[in-house]
């Protein structure tokens, strides 16, 4: 997109401003990296916004899945969003004829979003009242409102068509590109719209309230598909991450408890005093995991992810089992193949073919009951069962009992609910049940499902 930075504001107060609203949306930059953002502004100037977002991004960003907050936020505080703003036009099938052109040639479509926004994006007045300080506060701008007179998807199928191909292949590889470059433009819609929103309503307001949230911030529940794409990009450098830490605590896990007669024996040569204790070292081994996952629509996004997240990390344990369930419970283990990751929408594949479905409704009592009568023997006492799910029974049957037995087996059980807490003893909800058997963890987005399967896993 097509812009000039700002100039009214002194760039340190921005900086600091910048940086303080980071670190707000989870982005922990602290003292020595706004000081290097500050010396990359010096040794890159400001002439180009391009460079400089990309010296920033340098500087204060540390996990992947940070840029695209980093974007948003970038474009609020530092480039000019006082810029004309042209009279709406109401030629809608000759913007997207041109849109549709410009997209097939493959050029800069910025200021086909900018036309497309006054066109078919300001409510409230806000066309009218653009460049006022005030403004009526139902006053706005839509992306959602612009991309839908649009209609993105009837645009992708004419781009591919037009774009060609002789073959399967190629018709497959079109469809894609047209849809990326869709995608591109939505993007730069959506840019736009908080441009004019955050000159109506204020950067602040704006910069609190219409960011969209980063990958590894996303929940679970509410996640697009593309939301979702971005998460499995973060899943191989998460585990990385997890399988390091593991590593650290099991080395660390290999020295047991004290050794009172040997260490009563080196404290002679201090008078007695136990100065250096001598720990019994204990026998290495990994410990197992079994994972019974919810697979039905409600919890898809959640169980893909957590099902491929378990599967990198499968290295550091003896052995994996993982099993599916809807209403009924089967083992899913072999729809993963080691140091391969499953292809997208796998989950889909699992509940057509992996027999995980009677009637077609959640059913955890059923479920467990299935899961004990013919899979307990996956559990012993060096195995750590992981339950993925919301724990909505549909008002059936929880069955606590087949909980219990499970639960009697296991080193450990830990239950992933992707639903927020507050959310759990209400409607068919049985997670209040369940949690006087195991302990349930909130787990709705990447980061707090780092958090505690780097907490929970056993060395």
């Not at 908080?194 to 609190?208: C, K, N, V, W």
């Not at 919810?294 to 959640?302: E, K, L």
């Not at 239950?415 to 507050?422: T, V």
Request: net charge positive.
């Amino acid at each position: 997109m097509s812009a000039t930075l700002r100039d009214t504001t002194p760039t340190t107060d921005r900086l600091v401003g910048f940086v303080g609203l980071l670190r707000e949306h989870g982005i922990h930059a602290g003292p020595s990296e706004t000081v290097d953002a500050a010396a990359a502004i010096v040794a890159l100037g400001t002439a180009d916004p391009r460079v400089l977002r990309s010296g920033l991004a340098a500087c204060l960003l540390r996990r992947d899945g940070q840029r695209t907050v980093f974007d948003q936020l970038f474009d609020l505080y530092f480039l000019d969003g006082n810029r004309p703003v042209s009279t709406p036009g109401e030629a809608t099938a000759d913007l997207r004829d041109r849109l549709i052109a410009t997209l097939i040639q493959g050029s800069d479509t910025a200021e086909l979003a900018r036309e497309a926004l006054n066109t078919f994006g300001a409510y409230g007045g806000a066309g009218e009242s653009a460049g006022r300080v005030t403004t009526a506060s139902g006053a706005g701008w839509s992306s959602y409102m612009t991309m839908k007179s649009l209609r993105p998807g009837e645009i992708s199928e004419q781009v591919a068509q037009t774009l060609g191909g002789t073959g399967q292949f190629d018709a497959a590889v079109h469809t894609i590109e047209a849809r990326r470059r869709v995608e591109q433009f939505r993007a730069q819609v959506q840019a736009e719209a908080r441009l004019r929103s955050a000159q109506l309503r204020g950067t602040d307001y704006i910069a609190r309230r219409g960011v969209e949230p980063g990958g590894d911030s996303t929940d679970f529940l509410g996640a697009r598909e593309q939301d979702l794409a971005e998460m499995r990009k973060l899943v191989h450098p998460l585990a990385r991450k997890l399988a390091t830490r593991l590593a650290v605590r099991r080395k660390k896990a290999v020295r047991g408890s004290i050794d009172l007669r040997r260490t009563l024996r080196r404290s002679m040569a201090t008078g007695g005093v136990p100065v250096d204790p001598v720990l019994r070292a204990r026998k290495r081994g990994r410990p197992d995991l079994v994972v019974l996952a919810d697979v039905s629509g409600s919890v898809t996004g959640f169980s893909e992810f957590t099902l491929q997240l378990v599967q990198a990390l499968q290295d550091q344990f003896s052995r994996v089992r993982s099993f599916g369930f809807v209403d009924v419970c089967a083992e899913i283990t072999h729809y993963f193949t080691p140091g391969e990751p499953p292809p997208p929408g796998f989950a889909q594949s699992i509940v057509r073919e992996a027999g995980v479905v009677r009637f077609g409704s959640s059913n955890y009592g059923e479920a467990l009951q299935g899961f004990t009568d013919h899979y307990l023997d996956a559990v012993g006492p060096r195995t750590c069962v992981l339950i993925l799910g919301d724990a909505r029974t549909n008002r059936t049957d929880p069955n606590l009992a087949a909980l219990q037995a499970i639960t009697e087996r296991a080193k450990a059980v830990y239950w992933l609910n992707p639903e927020p807490a507050r959310s759990w003893s209400t409607g068919d909800s049985a997670a209040d049940a369940y949690t006087e058997i195991v302990t349930m963890h909130e787990c709705r987005n990447v980061r707090q499902l780092a958090e505690v399967v780097g907490r929970l896993l056993p060395a």
